[in-house]
């Protein structure tokens, strides 16, 4: 066969019928009548597979009876109007079998759970809830680079083994090559000489390119040892962190705010069939949400006001809010789905339950902190504006009992030509939960990792 391979999206999209088309896939169905059967073939590029009629005696008929539903196929054929449902199907001329599937193939009937899809997480791309995911998180990542490459925003590339600490919670993998079995060497034979991990965040790497380049974000892994088995966390996760010079608290609510919008408006305008898709099956309130947030305006409240609003609320909490307490889960998704019913800025959080980094306000008790909350996640967004004065900097590394001498370089900033700055951190896995409505961190991630479980 000698002709150019037609992806089905684009078999299914098209204009005019076709003398000759090739496609190839996986076979997810097929039926058999005594002169002809019917297959379905999904290539993966769109939800929709494309039907293939194939007549008894054609080239290839005779494997006929292995094309089963995981097998993969290459079908040469017309493409005409259907008289089913479907606008295109396809009457082979020839078909072949690339791949059989024996009847051990675990996706053989739809409705497996997503648990017991997590236990096939090398088939899984397979379904089409999976397909649509993964498509989706595709599409969502350029939309993130679309939104900051119009404004002018530099993609540095952080790295990923670092010596520092960003959060300071103590969540890092240690990277090293030494044997954890073998007697203690010293950090001095290890491969750098000093302590390293991955890293839990850009954001300290990201800021001295945000003080000479104006506007960065970085984009890439991220790693938290983070011994919480909920539906939100995980250990290897994607983040987002946008940071911007000549900026206050307030400049980076408002990017924070367009950012989530755009995410909002590019899932509503999504032509895939993908949304579609989300919104049938997964989630029936998503469109409704999310035309919401890319429309109204975010409500923006102090911790203070927020704390306040939750003791004055009757409302039943495990753990009862009081001023100085960090937010739980419950608290941010009473505040963004009872209280406010939309998206919330929560703003100026007490300093001793935050990083090292952040600014210190005027009243000397409270940083410039804000989490971005929306309905159905919680948390989203953690951001800040930064300490740019250099005494009260030094100042927090000491109180935290930080190591001075390795920060000299982050000093350095505010040492010379320091500038208001801030930024702020998306969890991309959670911006994929929030746009499609999938409940679990686990099914928007390849191949998840979280505490016990590192397969595939
Ligand atoms: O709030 P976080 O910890 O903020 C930072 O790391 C800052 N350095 C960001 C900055 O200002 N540049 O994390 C930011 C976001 C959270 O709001 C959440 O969406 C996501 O990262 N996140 C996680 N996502 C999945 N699994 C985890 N274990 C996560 N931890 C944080
Ligand atoms: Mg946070």
């Not at 088939?123 to 490459?149: C, D, E, K, W, Y």
């Not at 989630?283 to 102090?302: I, M, N, Q, W, Y």
Request: net charge negative; hydrophobic share 40%; proline share 5%.
């Amino acid at each position: 066969m000698n002709i150019q391979r037609t992806l089905v999206k684009h078999a299914l999209a098209s204009e005019a019928p076709a003398e000759q088309i090739l496609v190839e896939g996986w076979v997810r169905t097929r039926r058999d009548s005594k002169t002809f059967s019917f297959l379905e073939v999904n290539d993966g590029t769109s939800l929709a597979s494309i039907q293939v009629v194939a007549d008894a005696g054609i080239p290839g008929y005779e494997e006929i009876g292995r094309m089963t539903t995981g097998s993969s196929v290459s079908i040469l054929g017309r493409l005409i109007e259907s008289p089913g449902k479907q606008k295109w199907e396809i009457q082979a001329t020839e078909i072949k079998l690339v791949g059989s599937a024996p009847e051990t193939y675990p996706l053989q009937k739809k409705g497996h759970s997503p648990e017991f899809l997590r236990t096939i997480a090398h088939l899984r791309p397979r379904t089409n809830l999976f397909g649509a995911i993964f498509r989706t998180r595709s599409r969502m990542a350029a939309a993130v680079h679309q939104f900051f490459l119009e404004r002018d925003f530099v993609w540095v590339h952080t790295p990923i083994i670092t010596a520092s600490d960003c959060e300071g919670a103590g969540e890092m993998f240690r990277v090293t090559t030494m044997d954890p079995l073998a007697e203690n060497k010293g950090y001095d034979n290890d491969f750098f000489g000093k302590p390293a991990n991955l890293t839990v965040s850009g954001q300290l790497e990201g800021e001295t390119f945000a003080c000479a380049l104006s506007n960065i974000y970085t984009f890439g892994p991220t790693f938290r040892a983070e011994n919480s088995n909920t539906s939100r966390h995980a250990a290897e996760f994607w983040m987002i962190e946008p940071e911007i010079a000549f900026c206050d608290i307030y400049g980076d609510m408002d990017i924070a705010e367009s950012f989530i919008k755009h995410i909002a408006r590019t899932m509503l305008n999504d032509a895939s069939g993908d949304f579609e898709f989300f919104c049938k099956f997964v989630d029936k309130g998503l469109r409704a949400r999310l035309e919401e947030v890319a429309e109204k305006p975010f409500v923006r409240c102090s911790y203070t006001e927020a704390i306040e609003i939750m003791q004055a609320s009757g409302e039943k909490f495990e753990y009862p809010p009081y001023w100085g307490m960090d937010m739980q889960s419950e608290h941010e998704r009473f505040l963004t789905e009872k209280h406010f019913k939309c998206p919330v800025i929560v703003y100026n959080y007490p300093k001793e339950i935050k990083p090292f980094y952040m600014r210190l306000n005027e009243d000397g008790k409270t940083v410039t902190a804000m989490d971005v909350l929306v309905p159905g996640i919680g948390e989203i967004i953690g951001g800040s504006q930064r300490e740019e004065r250099l005494d009260i900097l030094e100042g927090n590394i000491d109180r935290m009992g930080m190591d001075k001498e390795a920060y000299y370089w982050y000093n350095d900033l505010r040492r010379y030509g320091t500038v208001p700055h801030a930024g702020f951190g998306v969890g991309f896995e959670r911006l994929i939960m929030f746009v499609t409505g999938v409940q679990n961190i686990r099914d928007v991630l390849p191949f998840p990792r979280t505490p016990r479980n590192c397969e595939f």
